[in-house]
């Protein structure tokens, strides 16, 4: 026979055990959701008071073998970093389009560019370096030759230059590494001056 | 022994890395070694030892143009003889561009040299190649094959499906000043100026046979270690109101080969008339 003590003892155990499970489970069920709302990778909504402004683009044109100032109206993010990427990305989805003077075929292009204060030297009052670090798949579907590379960097370098003019150098990367070249010919290890004209004339 | 030790330090010296010898200087270092992949070139252009390599790049650097050369009182004299070096681009497993289905850049840039040696030589131009068969040279021993042939006019040969005509690319570097041990990765500055001539000399033939041409600058290896006038001749479609002629096209092939062949005579003129 088990002492009434000992029974009452049992069933304040039992229920106080089923209670804090349904507490953890609980828990962990709103953990869960905290998780899924911190890696929601929807885009974001532009946002409602930017308005589109024009912004200069340097396009580049394979049969004059130059580049061409135009201006395009976007809506940019405040941020500089943000901004640099979406005027790139309209660059080359301008590049894209069946009409383009320079085509490459549709692409991620720029993924993110970052904007570096370079200390200030002897003489010299410092100045900002752009890494811009494209897609791996933009580099695959870049068209291969001298050429369409050479126009494609002084096109992104002369764009950033218009719409940061405290620019002064840019580095270019792949997917975050450095990379030989382009598409097999435009050295990409060495850094560009953002002052360097488009080298590039018609006869 | 010690009459021996000026001669030991001058061969290290030259053997430095990051330098080269300019044009009338030439490096002591051996060069015999013969190119890579056990594929004769022409035989002034043997390879110096491919372990010598260009110091690593470092970053931030503001331009390869302002880095500074070496201090050096007595510049490089010309090269006694007039000599061409071709060099046409990629090979081996490296394609270049696919210009069409059948046809890669490499194939057709080896062509081009090939028969624009046979034209040079019947001008009594000598030519270095410095790759006849289909093979991959690494950047660095193509610049050493091409500086040690102490050419008068060094042609990279390139092709492209985008824009028209010909594309005639110099160095992006600026100009540094001629000295006998030149900085590796912008030797080329130094030549900066006859290498635009040479350029020009070009696109005037070129125009001259109604072939569109573009001039331009650009980063491009191994093209700014080069110790020569030096010209990447980069080949295209030529479009003429709205209908293309394709690179593959016999006839435009001929056009392009005789009319690089008249331009490098020119220069050759040019050169005889320096001082």
Known sequence: MIPRHQRVLFWILLVGSVAMAVVIIRMRERAHDRMLTASDTMPLNPPAQSS???VPLMIANDLTGGVHEEEQEMALPADPNARARVILQHLIADYAQPASKHPI????????????PLPKQDGDAGGVMAVV???????????????????????????LRLNFPQLTQVRFLVDGQPRETLAGHADLTRVYLASESPGVKHL | MDALAPLVLIALLAALPGTVAAQGKPSSA????????GQPAAPAAAAAPSSAKPPAKTLPAPSPAQAPAAEHPEPPARPVRFVVVLNPAHGGADGGARLSSQLYEKDLVLTLAERL????AAHSIPVTMVRISDVDLPVLNRAQMTDHARAAACITLHATT???????????LTGIPMTSFLPWETAQGAYTPQSLRLSSEIGTVMRHDNIPVTQGRTALQPLDSFTCPAVAVEVAPLIHSGTATPLSDPAYQNRLVNALAAAIEQWQQDWKKEP
């Open chain 1, 133 to 159: 670090n494209l897609s791996g798949s933009f580099a695959a579907a870049h068209p291969s030759g001298i050429e369409p590379e050479t126009l494609t960097l002084l096109s992104i370098i002369g764009t």
């Open chain 1, 52 to 54: 589109a402004k024009s």
């Open chain 2, 30 to 37: 051996p060069a015999a070694a013969s190119p890579a992949h």
């Open chain 2, 117 to 120: 040696r046979i034209a040079l």
């Open chain 1, 105 to 116: 075929s549709p692409n991620n292009g720029a993924e993110n560019i970052y904007f570096i």
């Open chain 2, 162 to 172: 985008s824009g028209s005509g010909i594309h005639l690319f110099t160095s992006s």
